[in-house]
């Protein structure tokens, strides 16, 4: 970790947040009926995703109502038609609850990062007829992040979940226990780890020199206003911020935001139009007249750099992850079950079934050119997983016709084939699917190619 | 690999017995699907001749036309071509990117927009002529037919968000429509009647179910299709086919070809 800090130190203009992020292009969305505008990129492909840590996690398990929240959180059924229609979720943005530093939408984006909230796509009653996307933002610490917005305009977090829902995605007014669940899912997303820092944001441990001035220089009042200095808004402290709206020179006021595990939450500003932690130095160094030397400049990007760095900021996308977030949505049936809860049933069997069939398309059918050999294998992992989504199903409609003791059985199924039988298939067909790099590589090159042969003809 | 079978064994445990009336009604039933089999091929080979032609003629408009044509016969004869021909199916509707096949000349038809397809159009010919030669004596059986329409009704709600499997023309709307009606006939060819007999309310579930489908893919584009709505009615229709399986004495039918 140090190695790399004091690399990234020397080689800060160099810093992009795809250096980091997967190791393949995102793939477009494209056709003539797409949904969402062609050449839309969610990076959904992506083999490596940002780690999540929950902070119930350290004190003994998720609550019935994280699990739930991070289940609709998943969930296109809880916004509007053309997002429920795209099959895009709060999730989509907020890849495990960080950013997605490779979304990027023609008309609504205008740089990989960010979005415009108030376009005319999800919601045509929320367009300010304006293309003024803002920064896709980390949910990691939020609950130590109010007020809410780019702006700050949102003292709550409740009253900021349901707007985005309603109103800038157009979905049905939720439920109060979906709202909740949301918020208590957003609430237990911690930041990562960062050994470097100690109480109060101090940095400790093995510290490079570079670091300590670059420490020293944050809390220097500026020179031509000495009531300012970067650590007055970004306050050392447990998320370095000071939960004010401050105009720094970008256009107007923005909320100051975080910077732990801030090396993983490119682009930059409310907009997100820096890449990089020296563009956003030689901004403020340019606005607040600082004068620095090319040494301070590198002294900052050190600072900076240690304090938002993490511990594992992504991991591998294999069938583990996705089973292991798909088990904990199906935790929520182990309640809503027996208590008869018809829509939660419906939405946990919706959208479960729907990562499910995604799981199922990382193991590629006979048909497909693109990969050869395990060919059974293949057919077994894509078997087990249909036959889950065709389980769930059951449950649905089980609980639908309040036949709720043939839904508990049927969970009951579903979870044993789920604790060793389907992991074991996936396993035996992993070196034949998607999660295996060279596999990835070879579908999507061969998607590409066939992508290019459209766009040679226009 | 053990885990791996052990775990199949598990999964796929179903059901076995078919009394002789049923079975001897299913098979003559069966056969009465071979016409539409035949025809639906018939009506792809055509389009590929069709194809042959206006590439000949360097006639774009025309060879896109008679792509379409083709590709309309083809998907009504998903039902059985997975399951009977795996490899000649895999052949001709091989995926994403091919030297062979439905999609290698829709993306120079369609992308590129050129002609140059004449080896693809032979090639797609030759497999089809195959295929076609092999219809009037190929065994159908209640049971291929049955996993046939079931993988391909849990196929047709798979999200086409992104475009589906014919992007490049715009047409997967059309596959998915000539999926539901070589569901359809399929369905109502062969296992209605008996169905019926035994549980009317079933028969009655699946029928509603079908008639749902139909509605759902006559959305004007695949944009306004209810791509929630398609998934869930297509796994409803699974399960019922899953439940009518075990009431006609047959297996419960495989979810993937060549998995049985």
């Known amino acids: ?458 | 690999m053990n885990h791996s079978w052990t775990a199949v064994c598990v999964l796929l445990l179903m059901p076995i017995g078919m009394s002789a009336t049923q079975a001897a009604s299913l098979d003559d039933a069966a056969e009465r699907y071979r016409p539409y089999m035949i025809e639906g091929i018939g009506q792809a080979m055509t389009g590929v001749r069709n194809l042959r032609d206006r590439i000949a003629a360097r006639d774009l408009a025309g060879a896109r036309k008679a792509w379409i044509s083709a590709r309309a016969g083809w998907e009504r004869s998903e039902v059985f071509t997975a399951g009977f021909v795996p490899e000649l199916d895999a052949q001709i509707d091989a995926w994403p990117h091919a030297d062979s096949g439905f999609h290698a000349i829709e993306a120079v038809l369609f992308g590129a927009g050129r002609t140059d397809v004449e080896s693809e159009t032979e090639a797609l010919a030759d497999h089809l002529n195959s295929l076609y030669g092999k219809l009037h004596e190929m065994a159908l059986t209640p049971q291929g037919l049955l996993d046939g329409t079931v993988r391909l009704a849990y196929e047709v709600g798979e999200s086409k968000a992104d475009g589906g499997e014919s992007r490049i023309s715009g047409t997967s709307l059309d596959d998915m429509r000539n999926n539901v009606a070589g569901i359809d006939f399929a369905y109502h060819t062969i296992f209605a009647a008996s169905l019926g007999a035994i549980d009317e309310k079933l028969a009655a579930r699946i029928d509603q179910r079908i008639e749902l489908l139909k509605t759902i893919v006559a959305a004007p584009d695949l944009r306004r299709v209810d791509v929630p709505a398609l998934r869930r009615v297509s796994e409803e229709l699974v399960v019922a086919l899953q439940g009518a399986s075990t009431k006609l004495g047959l297996q419960s039918p495989t979810l993937e070809a060549s998995s049985r």
Not at chain 1, 114 to 136: E, H, M, Q, S, Y
Not at chain 1, 231 to 256: E, N
Request: glycine residues 10%; proline residues 6%; charged residues 20%.
């Open chain 1, 1 to 458: 970790m140090m190695i790399r800090r004091l690399c990234l130190a020397a080689l800060a203009s160099a810093f992009l947040v795809a250096a980091f992020h997967g190791r393949a292009a995102a793939f477009p969305i494209d056709g003539d009926q797409t949904t969402l505008p062609p050449k839309t990129e969610l990076d959904e492909d992506a083999l490596d995703k940002p780690r999540e840590v929950f902070h119930s996690e350290a004190a003994g398990g998720k609550s019935y109502m994280i699990n739930l929240g991070n289940l609709a959180f998943s969930s296109p059924g809880i916004l509007g038609g053309v997002a429920r229609q795209a099959g895009v979720s709060c999730g989509t943005c907020h890849v495990n609850g960080a950013g997605n530093a490779r979304f990027f939408m023609p008309k609504m984006s205008t740089r990989p990062g960010n979005f415009d909230t108030t376009g005319p796509l999800f919601n045509p009653k929320a367009d300010n007829f304006a293309l003024d996307p803002v920064r896709i933002p980390s949910l990691r610490g939020a609950r130590y992040l109010a007020p809410y917005g780019h702006d700050g305009r949102m003292s709550s977090l409740h009253d900021f979940v349901h707007n985005v829902i309603v109103n800038e995605f157009a979905g049905p007014e939720p439920s109060p226990v979906i709202l909740d669940s949301i918020v208590a899912y957003i609430q237990d997303i911690d930041f990562l780890p960062n050994p470097s820092l100690g109480p109060g944001g101090r940095l400790t441990g093995n510290t490079s020199e570079s670091e300590r001035r670059g420490e020293a220089l944050f809390m220097r009042p500026f020179p031509r206003d000495p009531t300012l200095s970067c650590g007055g808004c970004h306050i050392p402290s447990g998320a370095f911020v000071d939960h004010q709206q401050h105009d720094v020179g970008s256009g107007g006021l923005f909320k100051t935001p975080t910077l732990r595990n801030a090396d993983f939450n490119a682009p930059y500003f409310h907009d997100g139009r820096f890449d990089t932690y020296d563009q956003v130095v030689t901004h403020f160094d340019r606005e607040f007249d600082l004068g620095l030397s090319e040494q301070d400049r590198r002294d900052l990007m050190a600072y900076l750099t240690a304090v938002g760095d993490a511990v594992q900021p992504y991991e591998h996308d294999g069938a583990g992850a996705s089973l292991k977030e798909i088990n904990d949505f199906a935790t929520v049936l182990g309640t809503a079950i027996p208590a008869g809860d018809k829509d939660i049933v419906s939405l946990a069997v919706d959208t479960i079934g729907n990562e499910l069939r995604e799981l199922t398309e990382q193991y590629p059918d006979r048909k497909n050119t693109s990969v050869s050999g395990g060919e059974q294998q293949r057919v077994l992992a894509r078997t087990a997983l249909k036959g889950l989504v065709l389980t769930l199903r059951r449950i649905d409609m089980a609980v639908a016709d309040g036949r709720t003791a043939d839904a508990a059985a049927d969970f009951k199924n579903y979870r044993y084939l789920m604790a060793a039988a389907v992991p074991a298939v996936l396993a035996g067909a992993e070196s034949w699917s998607l999660f295996n790099p060279a596999v990835h590589d070879s579908h999507y090159a061969s998607l590409r190619q066939v992508m290019q042969s459209k766009r040679v003809s226009r």
